[in-house]
């Protein structure tokens, strides 16, 4: 019972600081880039908005004489230029980090280290939770994007720097602590996964809320073939999601799967052409970000309950946690404005 207001003034907490990184509007022509108050997230100075998308009236009148399939993807084109016209102005080794949306309320992270497809190596693991801890308390951030490049979300594990490993080592290192700080953040989190997620990989996208891939992407758990097994949550997680049968299968040939049977088995919730995903991803943060952000925590809170206990047990946490938001100004204002026939305007409290 004690776990409800508990949960509550964490979140109120955690509501206290705020984060500033680098803002990237997906859908505007400014790029904003903003330095926090201390090194290492950015050393440089503010950046004045800049203009850095082409006009895209002209080419959008192109795409309305076509056919309304094209007339869609001219709809989604501003999004999907702004994406590579982007700037980021954070001094992150393995990462990027940046701010999208109209409101500027959807984090993006973006593992980057392309010559080894995202190998999740510990300074990448260590930067991904620093980064995840300090959009975790930014107020202004509503929902967080974790993603890769085209050609690999994370291709697992640092095979390399794991090699020389001693069980010794890995027991006393408290080897994989670095990996958790995605599964413990209140705040949703949206793996957009394209191209490979194996491995590691795999589990990083599973310890997040919802997966969106891209229709290129491949998950798998390949660790079979290393001689070792996956540690992570791939035994676990994976085989909570697909079932025993396909996990075990996944699990004990390495073969992986692509993106239409990650959806089919509810590992992935959409899949989206691989060039609209972070586009989509950013899209599906803003929508949750409409809502209010204490509720959505709960709720997101509840939701994880059932992979953690029994159906009894967390119908009784559900039921709770329901009754709690009756305390809350966001319940009243959003039941009210419903009754009103007006917007809700959630102030999170
Ligand atoms: N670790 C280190 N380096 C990697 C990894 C990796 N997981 N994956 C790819 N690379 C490197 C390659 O060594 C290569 O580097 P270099 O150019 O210096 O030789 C570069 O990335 C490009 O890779 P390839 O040339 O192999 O690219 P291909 O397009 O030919 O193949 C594949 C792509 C199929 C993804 C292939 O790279 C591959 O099989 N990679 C390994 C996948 C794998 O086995 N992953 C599981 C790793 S173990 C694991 O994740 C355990 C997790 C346990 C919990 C977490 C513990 C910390």
Known sequence: MIIIPLVAASILKNRQDTLITSSWDFRSTNVRSHCPPKPPYCSSAPTPGVTVLPKMANVAKIFASRAQGLLQAAARQPQVAAR?????????????????????????????????LNALCNGLMKELSTALQQFGKDKSIAAIVLTGSEKAFAAGADIKEMLPNTYSQCIQGNFLNDWTEVARTQKPIIAAVNGYALGGGCELAMMCDIIYAGDKAKFGQPEIALGTIPGAGGTQRLTRV????????????????GAQEAEKLGLASKVVPADQLLAEAVKLGEKIGTHSNLIVQLCKESVNTAYETTLQEGLKFERRVFHATFSTADRKEGMTAFAEKRPAKFTNE
Do not use: H
């Not at 016209?85 to 980057?112: D, F, M, P």
């Not at 996944?250 to 992986?256: D, F, K, Q, R, V």
């Open 84 to 116: 590579f016209s982007s700037s980021s102005t954070n001094t992150w080794e393995y990462i990027k980090t940046e701010v999208a949306g109209e409101g500027k309320n959807v984090a993006v992270i973006t593992l980057n280290r392309p010559k080894a």
């Open 242 to 257: 697909v079932g025993k049968s396909k996990a075990m299968e996944m699990c004990l040939t390495g073969n992986m799967i």
